[in-house]
T-cell receptor
């Protein structure tokens, strides 16, 4: 059990539909990250939250993507008007830290397939 | 652009063979270095990390890695692999001097297959 929970595990959607993924980080972890991983590649950073504040967004994150972390607990990642290029594994990670890097714990991911 | 390179995309070994997976990064300055492993069907797990101090770091399951600053490398090693080491291995870097989010930049991964 990783402690970071992601739902759903798999999502198949038609092009143009909206999808939303949820991440429940390890309790009390103040940092939360979303990454995207495509076949044959390592995870790529999408966005970062410190508590409820979204402090960084990758240029990879088009305006069809939005993420929230209300009250600094769980987080959601929404993709609007999905495209086939959005097909990927979406990973969530959390960590506890203040002013230095610490170990990030990953969830099992949500695999999105856009048909 | 800053990047992390893992030159071996696929490695096939027999049990008991020695393993070395290469990782090079292009960041200058202070870096924090990580190796993560992903077993089939499972989440990414931390194998080991280097923040400072002894450049030879030991991780779980008999893995170790050596940080060579002059070569911008952080190669992963294991003297004798087991079938259960079959997995994908990712090197990752964080450069705190340029990144207040402490995010990780990953290499593209190396798929290791260990034959019994």
């Amino acid at each position: 059990d990783t402690g970071v929970s992601q739902n759903p595990r798999h999502k198949i959607t038609k092009r143009g539909q909206n999808v939303t993924f949820r991440c429940d980080p390890i309790s009390e972890h103040n940092r939360l990250y979303w990454y995207r991983q495509t076949l044959g590649q390592g995870p790529e950073f999408l966005t970062y939250f410190q508590n409820e504040a979204q402090l960084e967004k990758s240029r990879l994150l088009s305006d069809r993507f939005s993420a929230e972390r209300p009250k600094g607990s769980f987080s959601t990642l929404e993709i609007q008007r999905t495209e086939q290029g959005d097909s990927a594994m979406y990973l969530c990670a959390s960590s506890l830290g203040r002013d230095r890097v610490t170990e990030a714990f990953f969830g099992q991911g949500t695999r999105l397939t856009v048909v | 652009a800053q990047s992390v390179s893992q030159h071996n995309h696929h490695v096939i070994l027999s049990e008991a063979a020695s393993l070395e997976l290469g990782c090079n990064y292009s960041y200058g300055g202070t870096v924090n270095l990580f190796w993560y492993v992903q077993y089939p069907g499972q989440h990414l797990q931390l194998l080991l990390k280097y923040f400072s101090g002894d450049p030879l770091v030991k991780g779980i399951k008999g893995f170790e890695a050596e940080f060579i600053k002059s070569k911008f490398s952080f190669n992963l090693r294991k003297p004798s692999v087991q079938w259960s080491d079959t997995a994908e291995y990712f090197c990752a870097v964080n450069a705190p001097w340029m990144d207040s989010s402490y995010k990780l930049i990953f290499g593209s991964g190396t798929r290791l297959l260990v034959r019994p």
